[in-house]
């Protein structure tokens, strides 16, 4: 490839079409596993990545011999037959794929198997880009050096290129492994976003709030940002403010405010029974959207532009219903009778909750519409299984085994916030006394 580039008339247009056409095979092969991933992560595809991650890492740091190998060739009458440029361009398409011709490092077999278990486009997009530079800078700088043979005599030169990219590699997996799921603050829990600042409650203290690198205490507990606002309730009373300065906008007293959502144009509050929704510039109850009897629950609201989100149970089924504020009309986003669905969050046409279910929790995140959620963080479930069946007794009947054997955890996944980068979830764990420790966790959205 390099002695193709060397003999084109103008070398700098050859290379520019070899680029191209590696970073379109990339970007197709890799996107669509992107995209795949999106609607097949899970459990099991994330351990694969893994596990073929860490074969590749330990294969180039050793040595190796690349295996599996696909033992094809490009076409070498192409060079002849068609304009050089355009016979590097397909070249550099065939190359791009990574799946069609020879690949120098076991590390290219990863790297399909991490845009698959990642199910993120975005991110499939710079996997494709970082392959095709990693392909085509050795071919574009030997040809500018007239090295044609260099690797070929000096095979050093290969085993550091393939010790380089295994290191590179396994930072990789390292720092995907860590930031799935990194720890924003304990105690803290109840988490409220809005672009880049953050509060939670902190239980026994107050609510937080964190801006500009700051993080400050409210004079309230359970605080909801949005928009320009911040707002609060200390007892029955409720605050609306300014977030820049906690200037106080609007107080009044709400009897059983629990819970609290503020947009730039409304404000939700939940009582133990029900959830209103009120301009955000205007006090008194406003509209009731919702109001259950026990032993059904509602779990906190979330606001869109002009929808109130949130999630009704009871001991038959869970529900995720939107109701659009102006005209009353109600969406019914997700339901479920064998799983809990938990605390709805919004951002851009994407609602974020928590799925408890019998095999493991789940943070999920989909259109509003439903068709094609996705997982973005996993823990194992509350309870294990059983047989089935009496001991020394006949095994026939329904027994429905999970997918992989469940590591029961005492930890629960609880409420949730979204922004367009970042997806947060409260994690409970049982403390002494009864008590529960949330803390706030952070997992890059997708």
Known sequence: MVGTVRAARHPRTAGAAFAAGLALGAGVVFVALGAIGAAVSGHAVVLVALAVGAVAVASDALGLRVRPQIRF???????????????????????????????????AWALPALSLALGNVRLSVAIALGFAAGRALPVLVLAARGGERVLAERPRGQRLLRVLVAASLLLALLAGTVQAAGTIASPAGDPSVEGANLAWQQPGVGGFLRQNGTTAQLPGNNPAIGATFVAWHNGPQLTVADRASLTPLTVDSVPGVQTIAVSRSWLAYRTPTEIHVRPVAETGPGTTVVKVKSPAQLGRPALGVDLVVFHRATSEASWITAVNIRSGKRLQLRYSQDALLLNPSLDGGQVLYVKEARCSQQLRIGRLGGGGDHLLYEIGPLAGQDLGHERHHTSQGEHLPCPFKPRVTKKMLWTTALSPTTAYVTVLTPGNGGHTIPTLLAVARR
Not at 88 to 106: I, M, N
């Open 73 to 107: 060739q490009v076409p070498e009458p192409w060079r002849r037959e068609m304009p050089v440029s355009r016979a590097l361009f397909l070249y550099g398409l065939l190359l791009g794929t990574g799946l069609t011709t020879y690949v120098p490092a076991t590390a």
